[in-house]
């Protein structure tokens, strides 16, 4: 049965223009939002915070930490900024706008259908959409894409684990059917696939080997977007230059971005050697991670005439949590009174100001950032009745008192919150011998830090001295960025720090976040391998809330029992993201609300401004 117009709730209304008919009865619309409004109608032009006449040209040189050996965008591998390169590359069916919470538009999609249940999607494609070889993009890269993620990439086998199937049902439409109705966010997830050329996979290389899209490769691979690969280094550099025949560079999803002739991404190993890249006129622009560094490092020339521009972007489009994840699958982190005693140890409030001169608050919330999802006082009204569900599964003291991080910040507080530790480790059945900690098995407690890079390493150190005097021998390893993702990949660690970014929608990520079924699985973001039945039924109140007003409960709620059972140590949080430049580019003005700094995809290269800034080191 057809719907009646606009009585989806949370979805756009259809306006007369776009009651065509779709399969099924359905209506074909122009955008998909799981909560709220779309404020741009059928027809539009383009996103009000463009510059629509932005110049194309110049060349943008960028950081990037690390090093890299794919271009494989179905397997996991892909990371950084480099992967927001590739996605320059790859399209997918929608595409959010930046000045709405959770609305997107089509992109290789012109429309999508369907009904009233959720229970299945229907996207037609554009039929200008073009792969560089001048190859129309099909149902069967579609189909052969999803596939091929769903079966190859850990990530998004739990993300699409609830579309069942993809499947043609026209000339340019493709059916993506769910396991069950109700779940209202699915839709706009199967319009986010990365879509792949299926032709070309399935030809040669140069050297006449048959392309394989389970391995990784270096080859440059064949794309739809703005952007195609022009050249690289392998491990140290990438450039990615603007496709000028791009068949959807008019699109209004498209009118004023992507400006750049080029850009630019130099891989380097620590943060200390980009930033004096930086400083040389190696890089045009550098996202400053360190707190210190901002305040200490940017005295040179340069900034002094204005010539290189510091600058604080607000960052609105989402929360986080960023911590020292412990890993549950190893027997010594199952108490969680060990945990607890890990974070009485954790001085966080001196180390920001030793390490980070004071440039963060600390995190408090999963959804920090985002205060409608944060967990605040005791628990009440909708929150509360939901907490009653899983009140013999979650800790006792979250009913009765309000979650808060141990606060250090002098030598008396620092003690005092160590002693509260031992007091925690003996009750757990840990003694001290020789001045060693042992566990309840009688075996001394060792435990390994993870790290990726010296920045990480620097807090560790800070850390390390704390655990020490509780009794603990800790170790601190720092790899390669490759050998780094491998160990999170089969979770070879102890203790890692992990972050989980929120959007402004929570909705089926949460189970790759946080899930049972998430937790043993190679690649999932369960990095610490949370196995909780309170945590499993409030993601699925999350994924199946009908109104705003729900999902915002469900949300604190699971926010509560996340930080009572002390999966991590929490660390530290901002909402804004640091950045310098040379003084060669301009932008809009004001920036979107959910863009954060916008750069470079709405951002061009200003002659006037670089004529003045001095010519390129």
Known sequence: MAPALGLNPGFPAITPAQAQAAPNGLAWRHAISTFGDVKYPAGFKRYDYVKPDAPKGGVVRMFELGTFDNFNAVVDGVKGSLANGVGLIFQSLTTRSLDEPSTAYGLLADAVAYPDDFSYAIYRLNAAARWHDGKPVT????????DALKKNSPMYSAYYRHIVKCEKTGEREVRFTFDAPGNRELPSIAGEVPVQP???WEGNDAQGRKRDVTATTLEIPLGSGPYRIREFVAGRSVVFERVADYWGKDLAVSVGQNNFDQIRYEFFRDDTVGREAFKGDQLDWFTERSGKQWSTAYDFPAVTDKRVIKEKFTNASSGSMQGYAFNLRRPLFADVRLRRAFNLAYDWETSDRLLSNGEYHRDGSYFDGIPEFMATGIPEGAELQILETVRDKVPAELFAAPYKNPVGGSAEAARNNLREAARLLKEAGFEIRDRKLIDP???????????????????????KPSLEQLGMAVNIRTVDSVQYQNRLRSFDFDIVTAGW???????????????SDSADRPGSRNLPGI?????????????FAKDRAELVACCKALDRVLLWNAYVVPQFAFGFERAARWDRFSRPDPLPKYGVTGFPALWWFDAEKAARTGKRS
Do not use: M
Not at 443 to 451: H, R, S
Not at 501 to 515: C, I, K, T, V
Not at 531 to 542: E, G, S, W, Y
């Open 139 to 146: 149902p069967e890269d579609v189909i052969f894409s999803f």
């Open 198 to 200: 299926r032709h070309w």
């Open 441 to 463: 098995k009688g075996q001394p407690v060792t435990i390994e830090f993870l790290c990726s890079d010296p920045g990480d390493e620097r807090g560790v150190l800070f850390y």
């Open 501 to 515: 970014g929120q959007s402004l929608s929570p909705g089926n990520e949460q189970r790759d976040f946080f899930g």
């Open 531 to 543: 196995k909780n039945p309170a945590v499993d039924t409030l993601i699925d109140r999350i994924i």
